[in-house]
């Protein structure tokens, strides 16, 4: 009689912990992040876009296209992809002196707070990459990345806070809060903000980039 071969046993549902969001390894992190860029950036635009299939629309003078789930803002050669309608993120509220800090400033520090939810740090890698990318080759305007407080996750990014803001170089400083409506304050050089979810964190993106652009005017 052959031998009977062992059954696995699986634990139920009830037996498993869930662990909390900042037990994710540095390599799950990074994977799911790059998976985020792909899905909520501009590098999904470049990699899937379809020019062949496309609605026209215009705002404040400006042509965009609707393709996929981006409008599409055709700026001199290079086609930038928006989440939200500028009409939608144009009732952002976001002081004139801010923005015009912003605007005339060559360089810009961005930096955040590690200790935010798993969708939170995904749209700040989509933040990071499409400021870093779109910026400096659009506006001549360099975005120099850090974060606030040491993180293993993101050991090789410098640590920026409030503190390295001037009046030449200002701060972008992101954070998550439990309030419902999304705060822009800007504290000398410092523009901190403070949003409840990854949502208006990608909204405060769209907000800033279509000032930038001009499609919005401060």
């Known amino acids: 009689m052959g031998r009977l071969k062992k059954r696995r046993r699986f634990?139920?549902?009830?037996?498993?912990?869930?662990?909390?969001?900042?037990?994710?390894s540095r390599k799950s992190i990074i994977g799911i992040s790059i998976?985020?860029?792909?899905?909520?950036?501009?590098?999904?635009?470049?990699?899937?876009?379809?020019?062949?299939?496309?609605?026209?629309?215009?705002?404040?003078?400006?042509?965009f296209s609707r393709q996929q789930n981006y409008y599409v803002l055709q700026y001199n050669e290079e086609r930038?992809?928006?989440?939200?309608?500028?009409g939608t993120v144009q009732q952002i509220l976001i002081e004139p002196s801010t923005m015009e800090k912003l605007q005339n400033s060559p360089q810009w520090y961005l930096t955040f707070n590690p200790d935010m939810e798993l969708s939170a740090l995904q749209a700040m890698d989509s933040i990071r990459f499409d400021f870093g990318f779109l910026l400096p080759k659009n506006k001549n305007v360099y975005v120099v990345e850090g974060i606030a407080e040491y993180s293993p996750l993101y050991s090789s990014l410098p640590q920026i806070t409030c503190k390295n803001a001037t009046a030449y170089i200002p701060v972008l400083f992101f954070n998550q809060s439990n309030q419902s409506q999304m705060s822009i304050q800007q504290r000398d050089n410092c523009i901190l903000i403070e949003a409840q979810n990854a949502f208006q964190m990608l909204q405060f993106r769209d907000r800033v980039l279509y000032n930038m652009f001009g499609v919005i005017s401060s």
């Open 35 to 63: 998976i985020a860029i792909m899905v909520l950036s501009s590098a999904a635009f470049i990699f899937f876009s379809n020019p062949n299939v496309e609605t026209d629309l215009s705002y404040n003078g400006f042509e």
């Open 80 to 86: 930038i992809p928006f989440i939200n309608h500028p």
């Open 11 to 24: 634990r139920t549902a009830a037996s498993v912990e869930i662990p909390p969001v900042k037990t994710y």
